[in-house]
Every structure is written in structure tokens, then in C-alpha cells.
Nanobody
Framework: QVQLVESGGGLVQAGGSLRLSCAASGTILSAHAVGWFRQAPGKQREKVAGIIGGSTNYADSMKGRFTISRDNAKNTVYLQMNSLKPEDTAVYYC??????????WGQGTQVTVSS
């Protein structure tokens, strides 16, 4: 049974930092593409960052502030978020996509950035 569980969200002041975790069970994250997405109320879900193997990618608005990484020993993908802005407030989701396209989502973790 594949399961992705996000954690690490919370309330932080603008300019602060948070590290989100996506812990996987029933699958090996290093074998698949993993991404972080976010969705704010009234807005569409958008991709924040992705990682496959040693390759990473970021949305332009997050590039330079956010860093995605993976700890294979812990089977966990992280999203380090620095210089947070109020517009970063959203529910952040972990997504794993198998090579053939099967997609799994975590339950999400709330990030709130105060001004």
C-alpha cells in the first residue's frame, strides 16, 4: 500500500523558514519522480518543485528560496522553504509519479506565513 505523509507545516512570520517532509511507505521514492505542489483557497494547485534522481526543478517564483531534496535512507523527500512570503500560504502536497504515469498524493500540510 503506497502512502505519502507530509509534515512540517505551520505558522511562520514573513522572512522565516520551514522544512516540509514527505515520508513514503510502500514505495521507494528514489525510483520515481517526486514533486511538491501547493494550493491556496480559491486558487489552482501549482507545482512548487520536483526531483527525480539527482535532478531538481523549481517554479520561477520559488527558485532561489525553496530547495527540494531526498534522503534515500529515510525514504523521505524534503522541501526547505526560506524567505517565506505571505503569498506562500497554502496547503502543500507531496506527489509521486511512477514512470508509467500512476500518481500518488499525500494528505497535505498547511503552511501559513504572516506579514
Amino acid at each position: 500500500q503506497v502512502q505519502l505523509v507530509e509534515s512540517g507545516g505551520g505558522l511562520v512570520q514573513a522572512g522565516g523558514s520551514l522544512r516540509l517532509s514527505c515520508a513514503a511507505s510502500g514505495t521507494i521514492l528514489s525510483a520515481h519522480a517526486v514533486g511538491w505542489f501547493r494550493q491556496a483557497p480559491g486558487k489552482q494547485r501549482e507545482k512548487v518543485a520536483g526531483i527525480i534522481g539527482g535532478s531538481t526543478n523549481y517554479a520561477d517564483s520559488m527558485k532561489g528560496r525553496f530547495t527540494i531534496s531526498r534522503d534515500n535512507a529515510k525514504n523521505t523527500v524534503y522541501l526547505q522553504m526560506n524567505s517565506l512570503k505571505p503569498e506562500d500560504t497554502a496547503v502543500y502536497y507531496c506527489k509521486m509519479e511512477e514512470i508509467f504515469g500512476r500518481v500518488y498524493w499525500g494528505q497535505g500540510t498547511q503552511v501559513t506565513v504572516s506579514s
